[in-house]
């Protein structure tokens, strides 16, 4: 299988700055919570950093999490890496298995 098919539900939490060098640089910082049902019974857990300027319609964020469930009978979980961008209201997105972080 190279394809699930399903839906989610996320919730969002921003998080404070935990150092000065975080805080400086300015940066969005949230927690992130998962529901998978579909192909994939699961729940992820996670964090996200991010930046925007709303104005232009262009930022960016780098988010992992780690995802816990059902794959095809299948138990176990894996880590999954975002990289996304929004130039001027165009949208790039890759999401990847991080290699070798699967476990089950």
Known sequence: MDHATGSFEVKLAPQKPDNPQAEAAG????????????DLEATSQGEMLSVLDRSLGSGGYVALKRVTGRLQGREGSFV???????????????IIVVPDSGTG
Do not use: C, E, W, Y
């Open 27 to 38: 940066l969005g910082r949230m927690s992130i919570d998962k529901q998978f049902d579909g």
């Open 80 to 94: 999954l890496q975002h990289d996304a961008t929004m130039n001027r209201g165009v949208p790039q997105m890759s």
